[in-house]
Nanobody
Framework: QEQLVESGGGSVQAGGSLRLSCAVP????????MGWFRQREGVASIDQND??RYADPVKGRFIISKDNARNTLHLRMNNLGPEDTAMYYC?????????????????WGQGTPVTVSS
Protein backbone atom coordinates (compact mmCIF):
# COMPACT_ATOMS: atom_id res chain seq x y z
CA GLN A 1 0.00 0.00 0.00
CA GLU A 2 1.38 3.37 -1.02
CA GLN A 3 2.03 5.66 1.92
CA LEU A 4 1.64 9.39 2.20
CA VAL A 5 3.57 11.05 5.03
CA GLU A 6 2.36 14.25 6.67
CA SER A 7 4.38 16.67 8.77
CA GLY A 8 4.07 20.15 10.20
CA GLY A 9 1.31 19.78 12.72
CA GLY A 10 1.59 21.21 16.19
CA SER A 11 0.17 23.63 18.72
CA VAL A 12 -0.45 27.28 18.02
CA GLN A 13 -2.39 30.12 19.57
CA ALA A 14 -5.49 31.51 17.96
CA GLY A 15 -4.64 33.85 15.14
CA GLY A 16 -1.45 32.00 14.34
CA SER A 17 -0.39 30.05 11.27
CA LEU A 18 0.92 26.60 10.42
CA ARG A 19 2.05 24.92 7.23
CA LEU A 20 1.37 21.23 6.77
CA SER A 21 3.36 19.16 4.30
CA CYS A 22 2.72 15.77 2.75
CA ALA A 23 5.25 13.66 0.85
CA VAL A 24 3.52 11.83 -1.98
CA PRO A 25 5.00 9.04 -4.14
CA UNK A 26 5.79 10.58 -7.49
CA UNK A 27 3.61 8.35 -9.65
CA UNK A 28 0.63 9.33 -7.50
CA UNK A 29 1.66 13.00 -7.24
CA UNK A 30 1.71 13.38 -11.02
CA UNK A 31 -1.49 11.44 -11.72
CA UNK A 32 -4.58 12.84 -10.06
CA UNK A 33 -6.22 14.87 -7.35
CA MET A 34 -4.81 15.57 -3.90
CA GLY A 35 -6.46 16.99 -0.86
CA TRP A 36 -6.47 17.71 2.83
CA PHE A 37 -9.05 16.49 5.31
CA ARG A 38 -9.64 16.96 8.99
CA GLN A 39 -11.28 14.08 10.72
CA ARG A 40 -13.18 12.92 7.62
CA GLU A 41 -14.26 16.37 6.44
CA GLY A 42 -12.83 17.77 3.24
CA VAL A 43 -10.78 20.92 3.71
CA ALA A 44 -9.11 21.59 0.36
CA SER A 45 -8.54 19.88 -2.96
CA ILE A 46 -6.14 20.51 -5.86
CA ASP A 47 -6.04 18.94 -9.30
CA GLN A 48 -3.35 18.45 -11.92
CA ASN A 49 -4.16 21.87 -13.43
CA ASP A 50 -3.55 23.44 -10.01
CA UNK A 51 -7.20 24.40 -9.73
CA UNK A 52 -8.33 24.43 -6.12
CA ARG A 53 -11.48 24.05 -4.06
CA TYR A 54 -11.99 24.85 -0.38
CA ALA A 55 -14.56 24.03 2.24
CA ASP A 56 -16.53 27.11 3.30
CA PRO A 57 -15.09 27.26 6.87
CA VAL A 58 -11.53 27.67 5.56
CA LYS A 59 -12.03 29.85 2.48
CA GLY A 60 -9.76 32.88 2.60
CA ARG A 61 -7.63 31.39 5.40
CA PHE A 62 -6.15 28.16 4.03
CA ILE A 63 -4.10 27.68 0.86
CA ILE A 64 -3.38 24.32 -0.76
CA SER A 65 -0.36 24.10 -3.03
CA LYS A 66 2.07 21.68 -4.64
CA ASP A 67 5.85 21.60 -4.79
CA ASN A 68 6.40 19.72 -8.02
CA ALA A 69 10.16 19.45 -7.57
CA ARG A 70 9.73 17.67 -4.22
CA ASN A 71 6.48 15.77 -4.86
CA THR A 72 5.09 17.48 -1.79
CA LEU A 73 1.63 18.78 -1.04
CA HIS A 74 1.25 21.73 1.33
CA LEU A 75 -1.54 23.34 3.31
CA ARG A 76 -0.88 26.82 4.60
CA MET A 77 -3.27 27.64 7.41
CA ASN A 78 -3.65 31.25 8.50
CA ASN A 79 -5.72 32.96 11.18
CA LEU A 80 -6.29 29.69 12.97
CA GLY A 81 -9.03 29.35 15.56
CA PRO A 82 -9.91 26.69 18.15
CA GLU A 83 -12.47 25.30 15.69
CA ASP A 84 -9.58 24.27 13.44
CA THR A 85 -8.25 21.86 16.08
CA ALA A 86 -8.26 18.39 14.51
CA MET A 87 -6.18 15.59 13.08
CA TYR A 88 -5.32 16.60 9.52
CA TYR A 89 -4.85 14.03 6.78
CA CYS A 90 -3.54 14.34 3.27
CA UNK A 91 -5.00 12.16 0.56
CA UNK A 92 -4.48 11.44 -3.11
CA UNK A 93 -6.05 9.52 -5.94
CA UNK A 94 -5.06 8.46 -9.42
CA UNK A 95 -8.22 10.10 -10.82
CA UNK A 96 -8.08 13.82 -11.42
CA UNK A 97 -10.74 16.42 -10.70
CA UNK A 98 -11.52 18.47 -7.62
CA UNK A 99 -13.26 16.58 -4.87
CA UNK A 100 -13.84 17.31 -1.17
CA UNK A 101 -15.39 13.93 -0.43
CA UNK A 102 -13.17 11.32 1.26
CA UNK A 103 -14.76 8.73 -1.02
CA UNK A 104 -12.85 10.29 -3.90
CA UNK A 105 -9.44 9.34 -2.52
CA UNK A 106 -7.61 6.04 -2.39
CA UNK A 107 -4.32 6.90 -0.71
CA TRP A 108 -4.11 8.40 2.79
CA GLY A 109 -1.53 9.53 5.27
CA GLN A 110 -1.50 8.71 8.97
CA GLY A 111 -2.45 12.24 10.01
CA THR A 112 -0.78 15.10 11.80
CA PRO A 113 -2.40 16.81 14.80
CA VAL A 114 -3.19 20.51 14.94
CA THR A 115 -4.17 22.14 18.21
CA VAL A 116 -5.25 25.77 18.40
CA SER A 117 -5.61 27.35 21.81
CA SER A 118 -7.65 30.44 22.52
Amino acid sequence: QEQLVESGGGSVQAGGSLRLSCAVPRHIFTSGRMGWFRQREGVASIDQNDDTRYADPVKGRFIISKDNARNTLHLRMNNLGPEDTAMYYCAADLWDGLNLSPAGYTYWGQGTPVTVSS
